[in-house]
């Protein structure tokens, strides 16, 4: 079974900035593309970036310029960097494979104040 542990979520105010870290089990990671997810509330879960094993990044349209995904092959580890924070940023934020597999990790919560 895939583990899948994100980390870094928080309080912030419109305008400002987060780190999010995912760490996920050497069996998925190590030959997946990976994305960041997330889930606002009463909506569907979508998703946000992506990242390939040589590092390439993909960004759904309203983070570009905002966003940068980034992973550490060394450390199992995925990250997303978030600026200039908006309300609609708001949600529960995942990381899974892209396309994802069945297992999720708990998500990190991303509330942003007007």
């Known amino acids: 079974q895939a583990q899948l542990v994100e980390s870094g979520g928080g309080l912030v105010q419109a305008g400002g900035s987060l780190r999010l870290s995912c760490l996920a089990s050497?069996?998925?990671?190590?030959?997946?593309?990976m994305g960041w997810y997330r889930q606002a509330p009463g909506k569907q879960r979508e998703l946000v970036a992506t990242v390939t094993i040589g590092g390439g990044a993909s960004y759904t349209d309203s983070v570009k310029d905002r966003f940068t995904i980034s992973r550490d092959n060394a450390k199992n580890t995925v990250y997303l960097g978030m600026n200039s924070l908006n309300v609609e940023d708001t949600g529960l934020y995942y990381c899974?494979?892209?396309?994802?597999?069945?297992?999720w990790g708990q998500g990190t919560q991303v509330t942003v104040s007007s």
């Open positions: 050497t069996s998925i990671f190590s030959r997946s593309v």
């Open positions: 899974n494979t892209y396309p994802f597999q069945r297992y």
